[in-house]
C-alpha cells in the first residue's frame, strides 16, 4: 500500500520570505513523487516531480524539492515567496511499478503568501 | 492547445436522477482518469483506462460507470445520483501508463446532488 502525508492544511508566509510545504510519503517499493499546484476553480497543474537521480529536482515558477529517503519526504520548497504563488498544493505518490493514475494524493496544503 | 476538456462545468441533479460526465484530450495520451476531491480528503480515483478498450476500477468506484468511446474519450456515468456524490470531479490524461510521466488535468465539473 502506498499513502501520502501533508501534516499542514495551512500555511502562510510573507511575500518575499522562503517557503516550505512538508509531504512524507510510504511506499512499498522505489518511489515516484509529484507535486501539483491548484489554483482556485482550476484543475491541478504539474509543478515537478522526482523520478530517480539527484535529490534536489527543480520545477515550475522557481520552485524546488528535495528528497530524503532517510526521512521518507518531498518537501516543496521556494527561496523567495510571490503573493501569486498562493494555492493549494497537492503532494502525491506512486510505487515505480504502477499505473500512473493510481498515484495516491495527499489531502493538500493552502499557501497564502501576504504582501 | 485545449489540453483535457471536461463538461459541463457545473451540473445539479436530484437524488436518483442520472448524468454523464464528458472527458476528451487532445495530447494522444494512452491513458485517461476520473478522479473526485473531496474537502480535506485529496483527490480519490474513481476508474481508469490505460489505454483505449480498456477499464479499471480504482479507489471509489461504487456508483459510477466509465466508457472509454475511443483514444481521445473517457466518460463518466452516475446512473442514479446519491447526496454523497457531491463532489468536485476532474479527468486526468497520461502519456504512459507506467513511467514517471506527469498528469494533465481539466478543469472540474462540480456537482450537486440534492
Known amino acids: 500500500a502506498q499513502s501520502v502525508a501533508q501534516p499542514e492544511d495551512q500555511v502562510n508566509v510573507a511575500e518575499g520570505n522562503p517557503l516550505t510545504v512538508k509531504c512524507t510519503y510510504s511506499v512499498s517499493g522505489n518511489p515516484y513523487l509529484f507535486w501539483y499546484v491548484q489554483y482556485p476553480n482550476r484543475g491541478l497543474q504539474f509543478l515537478l516531480k522526482?523520478?530517480?537521480?539527484?535529490?534536489l529536482v527543480k520545477g515550475s515558477y522557481g520552485f524546488e524539492a528535495e528528497f530524503n529517503k532517510s526521512q521518507t519526504s518531498f518537501h516543496l520548497k521556494k527561496p523567495s515567496a510571490l503573493v501569486s504563488d498562493s494555492a493549494l498544493y497537492f503532494c502525491?505518490?506512486?510505487?515505480?511499478?504502477?499505473?500512473?493514475?493510481?498515484?495516491?494524493f495527499g489531502d493538500g496544503t493552502t499557501l497564502t503568501v501576504k504582501p | 492547445n485545449a489540453g483535457v476538456t471536461q463538461t459541463p462545468k457545473f451540473q445539479v441533479l436530484k437524488t436518483g436522477q442520472s448524468m454523464t460526465l464528458q472527458c476528451a484530450q487532445d495530447?494522444?495520451?494512452?491513458?485517461m482518469y476520473w478522479y473526485r476531491q473531496d474537502p480535506g480528503m485529496g483527490l480519490r480515483l474513481i476508474y481508469y483506462s490505460a489505454s483505449e478498450g480498456t477499464t479499471d476500477k480504482g479507489e471509489v468506484p461504487n456508483g459510477y460507470n466509465v466508457s472509454r468511446l475511443n483514444k481521445r474519450e473517457f466518460s463518466l456515468r452516475l446512473e442514479s445520483a446519491a447526496p454523497s456524490q457531491t463532489s468536485v470531479y476532474f479527468c486526468?490524461?497520461?502519456?504512459?501508463?507506467?513511467?514517471?510521466?506527469?498528469?494533465?488535468f481539466g478543469s472540474g465539473t462540480q456537482l450537486s446532488v440534492l
Open positions: 502525491a505518490v506512486r510505487d515505480s511499478g504502477t499505473n500512473a493514475g493510481k498515484s495516491t
Open positions: 522526482y523520478i530517480t537521480g539527484d535529490n
Open positions: 495530447m494522444n495520451h494512452n491513458s
Open positions: 486526468a490524461s497520461g502519456s504512459r501508463p507506467l513511467g514517471g510521466e506527469k498528469l494533465f
